[in-house]
C-alpha cells in the first residue's frame, strides 16, 4: 500500500480523507492556502505544504505546485477530492508523467466524461437513456432557436463544461432562449473559460437520482446503489437520501446497469457518479458523469457499510474489487443534510464570518439513528469568501425513511451555530415537511413549497407546547430566586397565540397545567443555565433541543423551524401587554439594503435618476456569485452611499430613494 498520500484540497473533504488514511496507516501530506494556514486539515496532517494565495486559481488550481509538493514531500499518490483538480484530466495526465498517482480514474475517463456533450456521445453508444435534444455545439442566438423549436419548449440551454449548477437555464419560449442563449455563454465562458452550449429537453416536474459505481484496474465495475438529491436550490443539492424513496428493484437494476454499462464503455477505474433525471412515473434519462468523489457519498457508505475513500486508494494502487454486485445490499436508509453558511430568511444568500459558536451534534449511535458529521472547521473558524460556504454534512442512518428522518430533525435540533448565517432552521423545516416526509420529492420542491423565500414555520400545536415547556422551565428558575413570589399561574404568550397556565415544581420534574385546555405537559431531564444559549429537555418523555436568548420580558426561543418570542406573564401584566400598540418596525421600503457582506461590482444608479421597479440599482459579489439588486418599486434617487470597488456589510444602506 502507498506509505504517503497529498491531498490537494482543503476544508472538509481534506478531513475526510485524512481520517480514512490514518485508519489505514498512510501518512498524509496537506497543500494550504493563506486563508487556510490555521485549518483543521493542516492541524490533523502529518506534513503541510504552503502553496500560495487564498484565490484557488493561484493555489488549489495551480497543478505544478501540487506535483511540486509532492516531490518535495516524497508523497506517492494524490487524492483531489471534488472540485478544484478532481475533474481536469490534464492533471491526472500531468502526475502520471511524474510517477505520481491520481487517485481517481484514468485521464482517458476524466476527459470522456468532463464534458456533457462528450459524455452523452459515449453514453449513446453505451445503450444508456439520455435526455432528448441536440448532442452537439451550438454556434449561435439562431441557431440556439431553431433548435429550441425542434426539441420544443420547455428546453434547458448548459454550458457542456458546467458543474455546481452553474451554466445552467430553461426556457420556455423563444424570448427566453434568445436572451438565455447568450447569458449562459458568457457566464460559461466566465466560469469555465469554455463557451460550448448544448440544448436539451427540459424534464417537466424531475427528480435527481444518481448512481454510484466503482471500478478497479481489472476491468471490474459494480454500482453502489442510488442516491436521490431532489431538494435543490438554484440547481445544487442541499438535501440527500440513499436509498431514493421513487425506485423499486426493476427501475434500480435498470439504472445501475446503464450506469455499470457507461463505466465500462471507459474503462472506468475509481468512484464516480452517473447522474440522471427521473420523472415520478419513473422513467429516467442521463445528464452527466462526475469523474470523482461526490460531495454526498457518505449517504451510500452508511447504506453499505462501505468507505469510499479507502476504496478509491485501493482501486489507484491496482488492488482488484474485493466484492462483486451481487454481495451488494442496501441497509437502510441514510440521510445527508449540507450546512451551509448561507441566510434561508433571505433568499438563501451567502453569509460569510466567524464561527462564534460551533457545537455540532454527538456522533455515533443514538437510541434509533446513527449520527455522522464530515466538517473541517472548529469553533472560531472563519468561512471565508474565497471558497465553497459549506460548513458541514450532517448524515443521519435508522433502519428506515421515517427514522433517519426523525433522527435528521434531532441531530439538527442539536446542531449550534452563532456569528453567521446558516440554514440549519431551513433544514428542520423540510425534514417537518409532510410533503418531504410522504416521498413526493422533485427537483422543483424548494421553489414549490416556499415560493416567497423561507420565512420560518408558524408554530404548530407541537411546537407551542415545546416552546411553552422551554419558557415556563426558565422563568421557574428565575423566579425560584425572588423567594417572595408564590404565584404558579401565569400567562404564556408566543407570537399571537396565547394559554394559561399552572406550574408546579418538584426536584426534577416541572409539570405545566394548561388551565384551559384540561392536560398538563411534564417537563423532565431538564439541561439549561442562565446564559446558556442550548436548553434540552424531554417533554412527556420525548427528547427535545430548543436555541434561546433572552429578550424584552421574555426571551427568543427557536425550536426546528419555528422562532418566537415566548413571555411568561401573570394575568395582569399580559392582559396589559394585549393592550400595547404593537411597536412598528423602521420603514426601509425606501432603501436599498445590502443583503450580505461583499464587493459592488457596478453602482447602476446614480443621484436623481428615475428608476422603475426590477431595474438593476447595483451588483453586489460575494462566494464568487454575482448577485443582482433590482428595485423594489419605482421612485427617484435621493442618496447613492457606495461606488464600485466598495466593500459592504450586510444591511448596509446603499442607495434612499426620495
Ligand atoms: P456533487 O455533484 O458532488 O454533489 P456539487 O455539484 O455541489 O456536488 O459540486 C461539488 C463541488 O465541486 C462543489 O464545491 C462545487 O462548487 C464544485 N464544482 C463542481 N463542478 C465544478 C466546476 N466545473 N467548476 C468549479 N467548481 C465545481
Ligand atoms: P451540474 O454539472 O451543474 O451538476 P447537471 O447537468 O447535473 O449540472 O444539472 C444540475 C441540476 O439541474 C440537476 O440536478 C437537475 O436538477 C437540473 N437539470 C439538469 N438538466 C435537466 C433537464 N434536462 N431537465 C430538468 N432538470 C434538469
Ligand atoms: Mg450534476
Redesign the pocket.
Known amino acids: 500500500m502507498f506509505s504517503k498520500i497529498l491531498i490537494a484540497n482543503r476544508g472538509e473533504i481534506a478531513v475526510r480523507v485524512i481520517k480514512t488514511c490514518r485508519r489505514m496507516g498512510i501518512k498524509t501530506v496537506v497543500v494550504y492556502s493563506e486563508a487556510d494556514a490555521d485549518s483543521m486539515a493542516v492541524e490533523l496532517a502529518d506534513e503541510t505544504v504552503f502553496i500560495g494565495p487564498a484565490p484557488a486559481s493561484e493555489s488549489y488550481l495551480v497543478a505544478e505546485k501540487i506535483i511540486q509538493a509532492c516531490k518535495d514531500t516524497g508523497a506517492e499518490a494524490v487524492h483531489p477530492g471534488?472540485?478544484f483538480l478532481s475533474?481536469k484530466a490534464e492533471f491526472a495526465q500531468l502526475c502520471a508523467g511524474e510517477g505520481i498517482v491520481f487517485i481517481g480514474p484514468n485521464p482517458g475517463a476524466i476527459s470522456a466524461m468532463g464534458d456533457k456533450i462528450e459524455s452523452k456521445k459515449f453514453a449513446q453508444k453505451a445503450g444508456v437513456s439520455c435526455v432528448p435534444g441536440h448532442i452537439g455545439e451550438i454556434d449561435d442566438t439562431a441557431h440556439a432557436v431553431k433548435i429550441s423549436e425542434e426539441i420544443g419548449y420547455p428546453v434547458m440551454i448548459k454550458a457542456s463544461?458546467?458543474?455546481?449548477?452553474?451554466g445552467i437555464r430553461v426556457a420556455h419560449n423563444r424570448r427566453d432562449v434568445e436572451e438565455g442563449f447568450p447569458a449562459v455563454r458568457a457566464e460559461a465562458k466566465g466560469?469555465?473559460g469554455d463557451d460550448r452550449i448544448f440544448i436539451e429537453k427540459f424534464i417537466v416536474d424531475p427528480r435527481h437520482i444518481e448512481i454510484q459505481v466503482l471500478g478497479d484496474k481489472h476491468g471490474n465495475v459494480v454500482h453502489l446503489f442510488e442516491r436521490e438529491?431532489s431538494i435543490q436550490r438554484r440547481n445544487?443539492?442541499v438535501i440527500e437520501e440513499a436509498p431514493s424513496p421513487l425506485l423499486d428493484e426493476t427501475t434500480r437494476a435498470a439504472m445501475g446497469a446503464q450506469a455499470v454499462a457507461l463505466a465500462q464503455a471507459v474503462n472506468y477505474d475509481s468512484a464516480g457518479?452517473v447522474e440522471f433525471v427521473a420523472g415520478q412515473d419513473k422513467s429516467f434519462y442521463f445528464l452527466e458523469m462526475?469523474t470523482?468523489l461526490?460531495?454526498?457519498h457518505p449517504v451510500t457508505e452508511l447504506i453499505t457499510g462501505l468507505d469510499l475513500v479507502e476504496q478509491m486508494i485501493r482501486s489507484a494502487y491496482g488492488e482488484a474489487l474485493q466484492f462483486s454486485q451481487k454481495d451488494l445490499k442496501i441497509n437502510g436508509w441514510a440521510i445527508e443534510s449540507r450546512i451551509y453558511a448561507e441566510d434561508p430568511y433571505r433568499k438563501f444568500l451567502p453569509s460569510i464570518g466567524r464561527l462564534v459558536r460551533y457545537d455540532p451534534p454527538v456522533e455515533g449511535d443514538h437510541a434509533g439513528y446513527v449520527v455522522r458529521n464530515d466538517a473541517g472547521v472548529r469553533e472560531g473558524d472563519e468561512i471565508s469568501m474565497f471558497y465553497?460556504p459549506?460548513i458541514s454534512k450532517l448524515c443521519t442512518w435508522a433502519p428506515t425513511r421515517e427514522g433517519a428522518i426523525d433522527g435528521m430533525s434531532r441531530a439538527l435540533e442539536d446542531f449550534h451555530i452563532e456569528g453567521l448565517g446558516q440554514n440549519i432552521p431551513f433544514l428542520a423545516a423540510v425534514m417537518d415537511h409532510p410533503r418531504f416526509r410522504s416521498g413526493k420529492l422533485a427537483t422543483s420542491f424548494i421553489a414549490e413549497e416556499y415560493p416567497e423565500g423561507f420565512l420560518g414555520a408558524p408554530p404548530s400545536d407541537a411546537a407551542f407546547d415545546v416552546l411553552t415547556a422551554a419558557a415556563c422551565a426558565m422563568h421557574q428558575i428565575q423566579i425560584r430566586r425572588q423567594e417572595s413570589t408564590r404565584r404558579t399561574d401565569w400567562v404564556v404568550i408566543a407570537g399571537s397565540r396565547q394559554r394559561r397556565v399552572s406550574l408546579a415544581a418538584t426536584a426534577d420534574e416541572l409539570t405545566i397545567t394548561l388551565t384551559d385546555e384540561d392536560r398538563a405537559l411534564t417537563l423532565s431531564d431538564l439541561a439549561w443555565r442562565p446564559g446558556q444559549a442550548l436548553l434540552r429537555g424531554r417533554l412527556d418523555g420525548i427528547a427535545f433541543t430548543v436555541t434561546v436568548r433572552p429578550a424584552a420580558e421574555g426571551y427568543v426561543i427557536r425550536y426546528r423551524a419555528t422562532t418566537l418570542k415566548v413571555m411568561v406573564l401573570s394575568p395582569r401584566s399580559a392582559e396589559l401587554h394585549t393592550k400595547l400598540p404593537e411597536r412598528k418596525a423602521a420603514d426601509t421600503s425606501k432603501m436599498i439594503i445590502s443583503p450580505m457582506p461583499g464587493l459592488v461590482v457596478s453602482m447602476d444608479v446614480a443621484l436623481g435618476q428615475q428608476v422603475r421597479e426590477g431595474e438593476v440599482v447595483c451588483v453586489i459579489e460575494a462566494m464568487k456569485m454575482q448577485n443582482i439588486i433590482r428595485a423594489e418599486r419605482d421612485g427617484v434617487v435621493k442618496t447613492v452611499s457606495a461606488k464600485s470597488g466598495d466593500s459592504v456589510a450586510a444591511d448596509e444602506v446603499l442607495v434612499e430613494f426620495a
Open positions: 471534488f472540485g475533474e463544461a458546467g458543474g455546481g449548477g452553474k466560469a469555465f438529491c445544487q443539492k457518479t462526475n470523482r461526490q460531495v454526498e465553497d459549506m
